[in-house]
């Protein structure tokens, strides 16, 4: 694909509750911490998407109500209704089909107000499974047996990558979980969708996440006026696997190796473990924070090759659709620190992985 | 496959429950409405009073910093008649219908406010009417949009 660039991020702290803002407050909170980080003003910002779950939100055009909060009116905006991950695909589009300089994504999620295990129970078939009470927990518990019946990692690991984000978490000043919490500390906790306890599996926050996107030319301009490097958006790659958790093998990453690699092949990648610096994925588990390595063809070792995850991850943090979109702003923001030149930001939507995403991100 | 002679569908009842956060200005509005006062929100930068009061500004997409109160009358902009039946979200009750919802354009407001009207016959009514907001006793008020009833013809101009 033709290069786009990343501008700016910005997130809020994600938390259990946030009373004191409805969720088209939270997308403004983001955007406003957008606009003065990066100087942009409303005018200048030619279309947006905003990311957003009609279920979650119970509202029906949930997008619509965010509208006045993201300064679209009177621009071209739309929506995407997945992981907010996916909307850097839209926005890639958007910009290269030449319409558009900038593009302004926004994604909001507050779990608290929903019932999160009731609206995921809504999304499986109404026949078959529903009566059942499968939520996205059991689809978790089902994945991490399978993934744990293939012997390729012990438990103990499972139960090591979720201390580990905690520990991470400590310097994630947005992280909604973080601690200091051992391996065998974390399996003697409350079991939460068994064999997965507590901490293992990612908690629902509410929280919000903007990114401004632009071509190079305006990205480039930018850049010299600010004294900030250019961070380009080098690639994005998604695809979609079967819906039924039985017409897939759990404990297997699915569709997210093909992916990896046409995200890999768009952006030049050969050696993923040496070109990799930094990458943050959408573990919903602890079992998808290894899973997902072996999907993006890095080896199972958590120490090898790219800081994985440094923010914690989503086992820290999850505010529904906008848990992608927060991986994209921590690499992001790892990158225009000077925290390595590429990085890999992954989003998924679906029980256990049914759609991936994978953008791939270069500091110029 | 052999031909379908009796097609089947299930009932299902999905129980959705939600926690709404009113947030700083609907919480501050329901404040108001417990001590009989509407209150906006006004814009610093482009002087837009809106009702009700909300963060984003309608005009330059700014932060809304100011509350005012506004005179609890207005102008009825809209009606229309609401014969749909339906369960009230606050108390899972059926609402009575039909009823005349209305839009009011309260003095010193940009925008309007919805809300129910104590007239039940639209051929009574007439756009540009002025009328006047009437809340339960002071003592029954708690601080939730029930507090304020509905809107009445109002006196003169
Ligand atoms: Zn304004």
């Given at each position: 694909?033709?290069?786009?660039?990343?501008?700016?991020?910005?997130?809020?702290?994600?938390?259990?509750r946030?009373?004191?803002?409805?969720?088209?407050?939270?997308?403004?909170?983001?955007?406003?911490?957008?606009?003065a980080?990066?100087?942009?003003?409303h005018?200048?910002?030619?279309?947006?998407i905003?990311v957003s779950?009609?279920?979650s939100?119970g509202?029906?055009?949930?997008?619509?109500?965010?509208?006045?909060a993201?300064?679209?009116?009177?621009?071209?905006?739309s929506k995407?209704?997945m992981?907010?991950?996916f909307?850097?695909?839209?926005?890639?589009?958007?910009?290269?089909?030449?319409?558009?300089?900038?593009?302004?994504?926004?994604?909001?999620?507050?779990?608290?107000?929903?019932?999160?295990r009731?609206?995921?129970?809504?999304?499986?078939?109404?026949?078959?499974?529903?009566?059942?009470?499968?939520?996205?927990?059991?689809a978790l518990?089902?994945?991490?047996r399978?993934?744990?019946?293939?012997?390729?990692?012990?438990?103990?690991?499972?139960a090591?990558?979720?201390?580990?984000?905690?520990?991470?978490?400590?310097?994630n000043p947005?992280?909604?979980?973080?601690?200091?919490?051992?391996?065998?500390?974390?399996?003697?906790?409350?079991?939460?969708?068994?064999?997965l306890?507590?901490?293992?599996?990612?908690?629902?926050s509410?929280?919000?996440?903007?990114?401004?996107?632009?071509?190079?030319?305006t990205?480039?301009?930018h850049?010299?006026?600010?004294?900030?490097?250019?961070?380009?958006?080098d690639?994005?790659a998604?695809?979609?696997?079967?819906?039924g958790?039985?017409?897939?093998d759990?404990?297997?990453?699915?569709?997210?190796?093909?992916?990896?690699r046409?995200?890999?092949a768009?952006?030049?990648i050969?050696?993923?473990?040496?070109?990799?610096d930094?990458?943050?994925?959408?573990?919903?588990?602890?079992?998808q924070t290894l899973l997902?390595?072996?999907?993006?063809?890095?080896?199972?070792?958590?120490?090898?090759?790219?800081?994985?995850?440094?923010?914690?991850?989503?086992l820290?943090?999850q505010?529904?659709?906008?848990?992608?979109?927060?991986?994209?702003?921590?690499?992001?923001?790892?990158?225009?620190?000077?925290?390595?030149?590429?990085?890999?930001?992954?989003g998924?939507?679906?029980?256990?992985?049914?759609?991936?995403?994978?953008?791939?991100l270069?500091?110029? | 496959?052999?031909?379908?002679?009796?097609?089947?569908?299930?009932?299902?009842?999905?129980?959705?429950?939600?926690?709404?956060?009113?947030?700083?200005?609907?919480?501050?509005?329901?404040?108001?409405l417990?001590?009989?006062?509407?209150?906006?929100?006004?814009c610093?930068?482009?002087?837009?009073?809106l009702v009700?009061?909300?963060?984003?500004?309608t005009?330059c997409?700014?932060?809304?910093?100011?509350?005012?109160?506004?005179e609890?009358?207005?102008?009825?902009?809209?009606?229309?008649?609401?014969?749909?039946?339906f369960l009230?979200?606050?108390?899972?009750?059926q609402r009575?219908?039909?009823?005349?919802?209305?839009?009011?354009?309260?003095?010193?407001?940009?925008?309007?406010?919805?809300y129910?009207?104590?007239?039940?016959?639209?051929?009574?009514?007439?756009?540009?009417?002025?009328v006047?907001?009437?809340f339960?006793?002071?003592?029954?008020?708690v601080?939730?949009?029930?507090?304020?009833?509905?809107?009445?013809?109002g006196i003169?101009?």
């Amino acid at each position: 694909m033709q290069p786009v660039a990343i501008l700016g991020a910005a997130q809020t702290r994600h938390v259990a509750r946030r009373d004191d803002a409805c969720y088209s407050e939270l997308a403004f909170e983001v955007v406003a911490a957008l606009l003065a980080e990066t100087g942009f003003t409303h005018p200048r910002i030619d279309t947006v998407i905003t990311v957003s779950s009609d279920f979650s939100d119970g509202r029906t055009i949930s997008d619509m109500a965010v509208q006045d909060a993201v300064g679209a009116a009177g621009k071209s905006s739309s929506k995407v209704s997945m992981d907010g991950a996916f909307a850097l695909a839209y926005a890639a589009a958007r910009l290269t089909c030449g319409r558009y300089r900038t593009c302004l994504v926004v994604a909001h999620a507050k779990a608290s107000e929903g019932r999160p295990r009731e609206i995921s129970r809504a999304a499986f078939d109404p026949f078959f499974e529903r009566p059942l009470g499968p939520t996205d927990h059991v689809a978790l518990g089902l994945q991490a047996r399978r993934f744990l019946a293939r012997g390729t990692v012990t438990r103990e690991a499972v139960a090591l990558a979720a201390a580990r984000a905690l520990a991470y978490a400590n310097g994630n000043p947005n992280a909604h979980w973080r601690g200091a919490l051992s391996s065998r500390e974390i399996q003697l906790g409350p079991p939460v969708a068994d064999p997965l306890h507590r901490f293992e599996v990612a908690p629902d926050s509410d929280g919000a996440c903007a990114l401004l996107l632009a071509d190079l030319d305006t990205a480039r301009a930018h850049a010299a006026a600010r004294g900030v490097p250019v961070i380009r958006l080098d690639a994005v790659a998604c695809a979609t696997d079967r819906h039924g958790l039985g017409d897939r093998d759990l404990g297997l990453p699915g569709v997210l190796p093909q992916v990896a690699r046409a995200a890999y092949a768009q952006a030049g990648i050969t050696d993923p473990v040496r070109e990799i610096d930094v990458a943050e994925v959408y573990d919903a588990s602890a079992v998808q924070t290894l899973l997902w390595r072996e999907g993006v063809g890095l080896p199972v070792d958590l120490l090898a090759g790219p800081a994985w995850n440094p923010s914690g991850g989503a086992l820290c943090a999850q505010p529904g659709f906008a848990t992608g979109l927060v991986r994209v702003a921590e690499v992001w923001r790892r990158l225009a620190a000077g925290e390595g030149r590429t990085g890999l930001a992954h989003g998924m939507t679906g029980f256990v992985g049914q759609a991936h995403c994978v953008g791939i991100l270069r500091r110029a | 496959m052999s031909d379908l002679k009796a097609p089947i569908a299930v009932r299902c009842t999905p129980e959705l429950v939600y926690n709404y956060a009113a947030g700083r200005y609907g919480s501050l509005f329901l404040q108001g409405l417990k001590e009989g006062r509407i209150l906006a929100s006004r814009c610093r930068r482009c002087a837009r009073t809106l009702v009700p009061p909300r963060l984003a500004c309608t005009g330059c997409f700014g932060a809304m910093e100011d509350a005012v109160e506004l005179e609890p009358r207005g102008e009825l902009l809209a009606f229309t008649l609401v014969a749909f039946p339906f369960l009230d979200p606050f108390t899972g009750i059926q609402r009575p219908i039909p009823y005349c919802y209305g839009m009011v354009r309260f003095a010193g407001a940009d925008n309007t406010f919805q809300y129910f009207l104590s007239e039940k016959d639209p051929a009574k009514l007439r756009v540009g009417q002025p009328v006047r907001a009437v809340f339960r006793a002071a003592a029954e008020r708690v601080g939730e949009m029930a507090d304020l009833l509905y809107f009445e013809p109002g006196i003169g101009g």
